[in-house]
């Protein structure tokens, strides 16, 4: 078996190589040549921390795995440890074999980051030139960087529960040399593009937020109660996904689908604009929304591509198991 520490993953993967993998995994889902197993995640009653598993295979590209792991809220309190902890395990599909151990943290910022970005690149109008951020953690610097290669942004805007850590944004903006204002809520609808990536279980941005032509991608539900958009946005959107299934249960969707606003037929995959088989954005005033859900295909993808660098670059350790 093959380990590839946490500590070599920066070295291994670039934003490009995890938008090519993510971009590619939605485009085998659409098709039917790739399938996602159903998530567990649970609460554990220990350190508020919520435990899970992703997994699937993809017959495309022969990836069969899961990714374990979940969020541990106090971590960077009490330890100066990222509060999302994760590790990949990939499987031979010939044989059933363990293949591979894979440091999963890192991965896991790089294909949601990848995963607004494709959305971004696929769905938000060409002449975009305003983003917005909603959150301001860890993972929205992520979401910024690789958002800001997918347009020709001038202008950045954020606002974050927690003011104080909107500099996170400001500064990835200043990399990119694009200026940066924090907003309230209602100065979103300055944006052509807005990303929303908090943790919250009651909605920030609401309908009146959004202007005609936006599109959002909405990154941070992933669990049964959370939500960061009101329900009615999702009334005035087309909206994509990652994966139906885990769209209506535990993204977004969960909550339109629930007033009764949307059916679940409203609900499209991303990887379907990918191939070609839905046209995605057809007018200007449209607003789109990708609800990012988080799929084990998505890992498996990324660790999959990293197995292969660590292998070519000689980083990977085998071990007898």
Not at 59 to 74: D, E, Q, V
Not at 78 to 100: C, E, M, W, Y
Not at 250 to 267: K, M, P, T
Request: proline share 3%.
């Amino acid at each position: 078996m093959l380990i590839v520490p946490e500590r070599e993953i920066a070295n291994l993967m670039t934003r490009a190589a995890a938008f090519d993998a993510v971009e590619q995994v939605f485009a085998a889902m659409a098709a039917g040549d790739a399938y996602n197993f159903p998530v567990v995640r649970e609460a554990i009653g220990h350190e508020d921390a919520l435990y899970g598993f992703k997994g699937g295979f993809d017959r495309a590209g022969l990836t069969l795995g899961l990714k374990a792991g979940g969020y541990w809220p106090n971590n960077l309190e009490k330890r100066n440890l990222i509060n999302h902890q994760s590790t990949v395990f990939l499987f031979d599909p010939d044989t059933g074999k363990a293949r591979a151990m894979v440091g999963g943290n890192l991965l896991t910022a790089l294909r949601t980051a990848a995963a607004s970005s494709v959305s971004i690149k696929h769905l938000a109008r060409k002449d975009a030139r305003v983003i917005g951020m909603v959150g301001a953690g860890h993972q929205a610097t992520f979401q910024l960087r690789a958002a800001l290669e997918q347009r020709e942004f001038d202008k950045v805007i954020g606002w974050n529960y927690h003011p104080e850590m909107l500099p996170n944004i400001e500064k990835i903006a200043a990399e990119a040399g694009v200026p940066f204002q924090a907003v309230d809520l209602p100065g979103m609808v300055e944006a052509d593009v807005i990303i929303s990536i908090t943790s919250a279980f009651s909605p920030s941005l609401m309908a009146d937020h959004v202007a005609p032509g936006c599109h959002l991608a909405c990154m941070g539900t992933d669990t049964k109660g959370k939500q960061e958009v009101e329900a009615a946005l999702l009334a005035r959107a087309t909206v994509f996904t990652d994966e139906i299934a885990q769209s209506v249960s535990i993204g977004e969707a969960q909550h339109a689908l629930a007033e009764g606003l949307i059916a679940e037929s409203d609900v499209h995959q991303l990887g379907a604009v990918i191939n070609g088989t839905h046209a995605g954005r057809v007018s200007d005033d449209q607003i789109t929304l990708f609800d990012g859900t988080g799929v084990g295909l998505q890992d498996l993808a990324v660790a999959a591509a990293v197995v292969d660098l660590a292998v070519a670059q000689g980083i990977a350790i085998e071990v007898d198991f």
